[in-house]
């Protein structure tokens, strides 16, 4: 069973930074592409960023003006995005996925950016 | 910047058939296939179609998509209660070489 188990979040002042790290697990890690997304009830489901299995190609949404950055240990099967300059705008519940296709997806976990 | 629009609501009576529409253009739907996702806020998406009309193991078939041209469509026959929830397209967009969700609709069993 694919499992992906999403944590790091929280509450974070504005133009500070977080990570959040995604543990997967039930599939093989090494050999799929990993997604974040997020979701906010103003916008709906959000594309962030994706990583290729091997992690030297990464893509991001342009929203992002270079703020996140997605990266993956292939050996603990753990994918990462460091968030950094956050504004409100950035707060979200945001989630990790697996697959071509966002197959599978985690439970989110949350991040409040507020003074 | 290239945008998929989706209606932002849609409804039925239980047993009806909904149909929800996806427009983009020839940078993403017109070239690439897509996927559509339901949603209840606070939990985990899922994954209904894929490559237009493929569904993964364990979604009825009272889910079916198409595509023609920029365009893409999820229907749900015989509306359930169940199926109360926010509905996404997604698809790649080689314009912005990054992935697209429409805004969501919104779909309820009236």
């Known amino acids: 069973e694919v499992q992906l188990v999403e944590s790091g979040g929280g509450l974070v002042q504005p133009g500070g930074s977080l990570r959040l790290s995604c543990a997967a697990s039930?599939?093989?890690?090494?050999?799929?592409?990993m997604t974040w997304l997020r979701h906010s009830p103003r916008k709906g489901l959000e594309w962030l960023a994706n990583i290729r299995p091997d992690g030297k190609q990464t893509y991001y949404a342009a929203s992002l003006k270079g703020r996140f950055i997605i990266s993956r240990d292939n050996a603990k099967s753990l994918l990462y995005l460091q968030m950094n300059s956050l504004r409100d705008e950035d707060t979200a519940l945001y989630y990790c996925?697996?697959?071509?296709?966002?197959?599978?997806w985690g439970q989110g976990v949350p991040v409040t950016v507020s003074s | 910047q290239p945008v998929l629009t989706q209606p932002p609501s849609a409804s039925g009576t239980s047993g009806q058939t909904v149909t929800i529409t996806c427009s983009g253009s020839?940078?993403?739907?017109?070239?690439?296939?897509v996927s559509w996702y339901q949603h209840l806020p606070g939990t985990a998406p899922k994954r209904l179609l894929y490559?237009?009309?493929q569904r993964p193991s364990g979604v009825p078939d009272r889910f079916s998509g198409s595509k023609s041209g920029t365009s893409a469509s999820l229907v749900i026959s015989g509306l359930q209660s169940d199926d109360e929830a926010d509905y996404y397209c997604?698809?790649?967009?080689?314009?912005?070489?990054?992935?697209?969700f429409g805004g969501g609709t919104k779909v309820t069993v009236l």
């Open positions: 490559d237009n009309y």
């Open positions: 039930g599939f093989v890690f090494k050999n799929s592409w």
């Open positions: 020839n940078s993403n739907l017109g070239r690439k296939s």
């Open positions: 997604a698809a790649w967009d080689d314009s912005v070489m990054g992935w697209l």
């Open positions: 996925s697996e697959g071509n296709s966002h197959d599978y």
